[in-house]
């Protein structure tokens, strides 16, 4: 690999605003900036754009947001002519969805494939962000936007003796582009999260046999995903706008679920329990954990829905011992990304799948034939690590991103990322943050966290620009409220609850500090626009003094 160190091999580009990642928040953003008559350019890893839908192939990988949903709403005309086939998109699907946008809105012509950042550095005196690409190329730009997601850093556990297994493996957000065939083999799939709920029932059907390694049981419920029915789609679209105008209104960014308006506890136990049985039956996530006011909160409430799932999965899976292993009683329901599934409990019920528990006894290591726990050697074929990844904070990590007034971000986030409003970070003029840390983003509809985020730079900078104006960045007070807001709005729920990736429970070393906003995006999005609307407090807007007049 050159060495980034060395001087450019091309000439410098100059733009107005680099962006970082070329999926749903990178695309906007360049159409969105673009509009301002700005000069923008996104720098994309990988050979293709879509982010996350470009890279989890894995089987079964498909969004858990309702498709009509999880879509762009900046252009009316593109949702009504977009037509999704399922309720849920198949990541092949979003991708397809993903690539039209692209080509409708002429953005491809400012997107550079396979082109990693490998360093940006703001040069104070200069006003202006440098950005190194991995093969040397410089870029300079007053503003960066960095899109490059929240969940884009693959994590594979540092197991002893991985590169000895003799066997394929694989990481569910690294997939082959051609396809991994398991037909005949013998599969272990580590990892139960969204990923390895999605897949094991596919790969179940595929595999000799499977082995699945369980170290924390995570609650699921049934997608019910089907054909797009006609007269929900037409009924949708007819109301589209208002629907997105409601969904902004809603915490999670989703409109369609009545707000509620009781808590679990006021309700008797047989009615309650139908309540649960509906939203049960209708499938998706948002609808169970928002039928009473207080599931997130309190954690009586919350246990007669734990308990209630807990009961479906018994019911579901014949093998009692397998059963209790399934049924989560370490994390209130909601409080860990919730999964939604097709099939996934009743894949335990195949002859040819076996849970193993591996939190009784622990992975030791892989060694050539397969993954030796505690309790023995499994021998394997082939080993799929849905293990997650380095959430939130690890795609900005992979950059060296500093000023030349010695901030470094590492060290300004060695105790855990700050930031204000989940946009920006103070000491780093002009970096613009899509869905990072402090903002609600992973909670909610991504798709409209992404729009209301970039809207919302774009406006800032807009507004710079109407005030001759060419340098915004947060106040260290500013930042510390807002991160001292971020949590004790976390800490006013049950979420610190879960060992989850929302804490960075799954990256060893990383320092737990809650990082989405779960005040949601109604709540943000009205904060955001006072910001804005009262001349951005908590900002300091300045001219720098290299600017003509
Ligand atoms: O990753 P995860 P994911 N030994 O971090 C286990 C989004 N998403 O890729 O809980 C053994 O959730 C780990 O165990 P534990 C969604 O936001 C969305 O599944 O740490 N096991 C856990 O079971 C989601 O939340 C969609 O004890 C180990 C699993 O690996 C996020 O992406 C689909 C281990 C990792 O689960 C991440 O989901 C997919 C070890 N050393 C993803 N290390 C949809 O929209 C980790 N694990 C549907």
């Known amino acids: 690999m050159p060495d980034a160190s060395h001087s450019p091999a091309r000439p410098t580009r100059q733009l107005d605003v680099a962006i970082v990642g070329g999926g749903l928040a990178g695309l906007y953003a360049i159409h969105r900036l673009r509009g301002l008559g700005l000069k923008v350019r996104a720098y994309e890893a990988g050979s293709g754009i879509g982010g996350t839908w470009f890279w989890n192939r894995y089987p079964g990988a498909r969004c858990d947001v309702e498709s009509l ?24 699907e979003i991708l397809r969805y993903i690539n039209h946008v692209a080509d409708r809105f002429d953005l491809r012509r400012d997107v550079q494939l396979n082109t990693r950042i490998k360093v940006a550095t703001f040069d104070s005196k200069a006003n202006e ?10 870029i300079r730009a007053r503003y960066c936007v960095m899109a490059a997601g929240n969940l884009s850093t693959p994590r594979v556990p540092d197991f002893k003796g991985i590169q000895s297994f003799k066997g394929k493996w694989y990481h569910s957000g690294l997939w082959p582009h051609e396809g991994v065939d398991f037909t005949g083999l013998r599969v272990g799939v580590i990892g139960t999260g969204s990923s390895g709920v999605q897949m094991i029932p596919i790969i179940a059907s595929q595999a000799k046999h499977l082995h699945v390694f369980q170290r924390t049981a995570n609650f699921s419920l049934p997608a019910r995903n089907g054909p797009m029915e006609p007269e929900r789609e037409s009924r949708h679209k007819a109301e589209y706008p208002a629907r997105r105008a409601a969904a902004a209104e809603t915490p999670f960014a989703i409109a369609g679920h009545p707000k509620p308006t009781q808590s679990a506890l006021d309700v008797p136990t047989d009615e309650r329990n139908r309540a649960y049985e509906s939203k049960w039956q209708e499938g998706g996530s948002i609808s169970y954990l928002y039928a009473y006011t207080d ?8 246990d007669t829905a734990s308990e209630f799932v807990r009961n479906k999965i018994r019911s579901t899976v014949k093998d009692q011992k397998t059963a209790e292993l399934l049924a989560p009683k370490d994390h209130p329901i909601g409080t860990k990304r919730l999964c939604l599934d097709t099939n996934y409990y009743e894949t335990y019920n195949r002859d040819n799948v076996t849970l193993v528990d591996v939190r009784s006894a622990p992975i030791q290591e892989i060694t050539e034939t397969g993954v030796r726990t505690a309790a023995g050697d499994y021998e394997l074929d082939a080993i799929v690590f849905a293990t997650g990844f380095d959430a939130m904070t690890g795609a900005l990590r992979e950059i060296d991103v500093r000023t030349t007034e010695g901030a470094v971000l590492a060290d300004h986030w ?15 003029p002009n970096m613009f943050v899509v869905t990072g840390p402090g903002s609600p983003g992973v909670k909610t509809q991504m798709i409209a966290s992404i729009e209301q985020h970039v809207d919302w730079i774009a406006d800032a900078i807009d507004h710079l620009h109407r005030h001759q104006l060419d340098r915004i960045a947060p106040s260290a007070d500013a930042e510390s409220e807002w991160v001292n807001h971020v949590n004790a709005v976390a800490d006013s729920t049950l979420y610190p609850l879960a060992n989850s990736w929302y804490v960075g429970a799954n990256i060893p070393g990383k320092p737990r500090v809650f990082m989405p906003y779960v005040g949601g995006f109604d709540r943000y999005k009205k904060r955001c626009d006072e910001v804005a609307a009262g001349g951005y407090p908590g900002f300091t807007l300045s001219r720098h003094e290299s600017v003509v007049a």
């Open 69 to 92: 949903e999880y879509s762009y709403s900046f252009s009316n005309e593109l949702q009504q002519e977009w037509k999704w086939p399922e309720r849920y998109g198949t990541q092949p």
């Open 129 to 138: 962000w440098t950005l190194r690409t991995e093969d040397g190329e410089e």
């Open 295 to 302: 599931l997130l909160v309190s954690k009586e409430s919350n």
């Open 414 to 428: 060695a105790g855990g990322p700050l930031t204000y409003l989940g946009l920006m970070v103070s000491g780093f």
